[in-house]
């Protein structure tokens, strides 16, 4: 039995959730959506990464705002 099976983000990277938020938001929609300096502040996928990935609670908004506008798709 495969445990991620109803996992929305299994397969899919943190680099790939900002990459397609950014794409769909733009940094000030996302910035808008997810009130984060990294998202506000001179933005860039390599920064916004490194921030996500030493902050738990950040990254937790983030997917959630990636499963709410994509799990449809």
Known sequence: MNSQANNP???IT??????R??????WQGLAERVALNC???DPSIKS???FLRKTP?????????F???????
């Open 9 to 11: 983000l299994h397969g």
């Open 14 to 19: 943190l680099e790939q959730v900002v990459t």
């Open 21 to 26: 938020l950014q794409a769909h938001y733009g």
């Open 39 to 41: 998202f506000k502040n």
């Open 48 to 50: 916004s990464l490194k």
């Open 57 to 65: 609670w950040a990254r937790d908004k983030v997917e959630a705002l």
């Open 67 to 73: 499963i709410e506008t994509f799990a449809g798709r």
